[in-house]
């Protein structure tokens, strides 16, 4: 009788198992994103607010479902822009589309980097855009990092 228990636990534990497996896959691809769109938005409330649109596209077969986003934009190391959603579309497999998110200007990081800019001036700025995109269901959360140079003059 232990027997037929023991064996039924061995079996019972191989299908728990299994099925974490294939939950936690790994071969989801990250979205591809790239920034569309920056702009002020009149001011409501106590500080400015910018939107910013991305367009994702879906590298995998699966849907992609995501339960909110998190996200920071710094210049010159100094994070000036963040943020979070939880109003975001399904990426259908080997789609695309488009998010607009709202952020919020940190204004002492923006004093600071002005502060920093009147000491040293610059034609060309650094830049980081960093998201967490926490998908539906026990996947992990996928980590965007976009990093990059932009001139004032308008020249690379």
């Not at 995501?66 to 975001?88: A, C, H, P, Q, W």
């Not at 034609?123 to 992990?140: C, E, I, N, Q, T």
Request: charged fraction near 20%.
């Amino acid at each position: 009788m232990h027997k037929f228990f023991g064996l039924l636990l061995v079996i019972w534990s191989f299908s728990v198992l299994g099925g974490c497996a294939g939950i936690m896959r790994s071969s989801l691809n990250p979205p591809d994103v790239s920034l569309q769109t920056f702009k002020v938005l009149p001011q409501q409330g106590v500080g400015p607010r910018v939107e910013i649109g991305l367009h994702l596209i879906n590298p995998n077969s699966e849907p992609l479902n995501f339960t909110g986003i998190y996200y920071t934009v710094d210049i010159e190391g100094y994070k000036v822009l963040s943020g979070v959603s939880n109003n975001l579309p399904t990426v259908e497999p080997y789609g695309e589309a488009d998010i607009y998110l709202e952020a919020g200007v940190d204004l002492l990081s923006g004093i600071r980097l002005l502060s920093s800019l009147m000491n040293d001036p610059r034609d060309s700025f650094k830049y980081g855009f960093k998201a967490k995109l926490d998908p539906r269901g026990y996947l992990p959360d996928i980590i965007l990092q976009e990093e990059g140079e932009f001139n004032l003059r308008g020249g690379r």
